[in-house]
């Protein structure tokens, strides 16, 4: 965490969610602001500049997909959006159209807290440039493009390799099927679903990650995938 | 005129040139035949003239066996009374003879021309019970009111020859067309009851209940018809009031069955959600109320506790809402290849805590973790199934998860070792809010989640069976899924 406390906008309606994100956010050392409604808490994010937004898709003034869209105009900030359970296409749209990270209601704080954290630590950078990245036993040399788990280095094919570089340097934060798809294979293989699941099978494999109970690539059912480093 | 049904046109006297013409030609055809027989004494000749009277009378009718027997008269006189070729008669016994002809053949003529008369009238009855019988046939064959109406409308405007319709009555009494003949234009609704002459209105009705009005439209009946049309009208209304009572009573039986399935709805939503709410405000108000009496793993134990309830709460609302989602039966599936382990592994995270009592094993063949499905349904459906599983299963138990491919399909079971489903139970199950409250655990729980399995099952175009456990022990809850045509493998690069 920086050394000043990191600002956090919080759009939603819902007085007593509003309550429990406040009272939990702030006990974990940041900054609050809040706002009940999209025109009000997109003129919010312009005069109080946070470093994260945290944006429920069902607000009684405008639809949270137009604030998205709108938000996306003029600014970079990192959003995490409240979603429902029962419709896994409205994820996959707010990812889209440029929310970065997504937790479905009800949520439990420490899902939430462990995204907030994702996203400011993505929004820092850093990590972007740094020549090596380490979750668990696995290690991930950038520059020699090389893979150990537990200290053995062991062999990934070319689009395993490219796989798993896209998702650790967006560890935490989910990844939709098509950012994949367009990363590992490039535009034009929207459909190819199939494979994506191949490898990711393949990848998950040789990282010794069991796929009844992955540690490290994580399903968001419907959506895409998360790295969990922690 | 009459002219109904497909009787022959009969005649009517001083209607028909046709028949005085064929009167005549047979009278024509005596006189040639007595010809034949001359030299044979007068009296005979006049027997074959008689006959052609009553052959007339027998075809024709009255009147035109009163024309053949003058014409006979005239012919037999002026051919075959002596002198001949003259009008005039001399001999007593040629006037006798004529006299007597004239009257034979007036009474004969009569009494044949009335035999036909009988013969016509017994062919008319005919046709017409066979008429009515067949239209009441056709009624006792339908079951719908409005086709009822609708082949009134027909048979009535194919006899009359004109448009037909019927009128009913709304709740207001107004009327409303209900049926007409589709080939004719309609009449107009505000017509009915107009003293219009060319409109024939006949009541549609049983002496229980009137129901409206079958109006033809442009004519005005001749009595027999009327009779008709009113005798098919009245057949077609005791038909119609009892397609009425059929489809009455078929509302009915919806509507208990809808009102049953609310209720059980209605019990089960209240029991379902009251128990984990109770839970939640119990556990929440001890913590806020005993905040200082109570222990560390107390507090620890409650604050879990609320946790569990309320996604447990949580479940059944998305229960619910996918059923209505199912209920619907329009919910079309978006599919995407998906991996069974992530399947599994997505329900056994979201059932984390409820299984912490149990051994889960899971055991999925690497052949069978590809399938062409809709993740988020196979994984409530896979949450649904061990949550069930949980329910029935002693403490400590096994819960098995296990996947294997049979024949393009994917076989997925959850294995419990509960107390077992008996076999005439095995099917019911599945049905919406069965409730099988023989848990070893005493837990009553709904049979929603069961029934929503089945449903994503068939949506899956799968099936969703139990079947006992392993060694016979337990439940096993058996799904088969098309697998998907799996496209072709990726080439290597390595």
Known sequence: ?230 | MLRWLSLPPPVIAGANARAYGMSGLIVVAATLACFLLNGLPSANLALVFLMSVIFSAALFGTGPAIAASILSVFSFNYFFTAPQFTLRVDSREDIATLLLFLLIAAVTGNLAARMRGAIEQTNHALERTSSLYQFSRAMNASSNSQEILRTLTKRAADLCDAPAAIFTRDASEAPVLAAWERDRPGPQAGRVGDESPVQTVVEFGTPRQRFGQLVVEGVTLKEERLELVAALTELAALAYERARLADDLEQAQVAAETERLRSALLSSVSHDLRTPLASIIGGASSLLDLEHSLDERARRELQTGILIEAEKLNRYIQNLLDMTRFGRGDIVLKRDWVDLSDVVSGALARLQRDLSAFRVAVDLQPDATLIYANGAFLEQMVVNLLDNAARYSPAGGVITIAGRRQEGAIILEVIDEGAGVPESERERIFNMFYSADKGDRGAKGIGLGLAICRAIANAHKGSIAAIPGLAGRGTCMQVTLPAGEAPPEEASDE
């Open chain 1, 1 to 230: 965490m920086s050394e000043e406390k990191a600002k956090i906008l919080i759009i939603e309606d819902e007085a007593e969610i509003r309550r429990f994100l406040r009272i939990s956010l702030e006990a974990h050392g940041y900054s609050v602001v809040e706002s009940r409604l999209g025109e009000e808490g997109l003129a919010l994010c312009a005069k109080e500049n946070p470093d994260v937004m945290v944006l429920d898709l069902g607000l009684p003034d405008v639809d949270g997909q137009d604030v998205l869209v709108r938000l996306r105009e003029w600014s970079k900030v990192p959003v995490v959006v409240l979603s429902v359970r029962s419709d896994e296409q409205e994820k996959v749209t707010a990812l889209d159209a440029g929310a970065n990270d997504y937790v479905t209601k009800p949520f439990g704080i420490s899902e939430l807290l462990a995204r907030i954290r994702a996203l400011l630590r993505g929004a820092h950078a850093e990590r972007e440039s740094l020549p090596q990245f380490s979750a668990g036993d696995i290690t991930i040399d950038y520059v020699a493009r090389t893979v150990s788990v537990g200290g053995k280095p062991i062999h990934l094919s070319r689009k395993e390799y490219k796989l798993l570089q896209l998702l650790s340097r967006h560890a935490g934060q989910v990844l939709t099927h098509q950012q994949i798809l367009d990363h590992v294979w490039g535009q034009g293989h929207r459909e190819d679903t199939h494979y994506l699941r191949v490898l990711v099978g393949h990848l998950r494999q040789k990282l010794g990650d069991p796929p009844s109970a992955p540690k490290h690539i994580v399903t968001e059912q419907g959506v895409g995938y998360r790295f969990v480093a922690e």
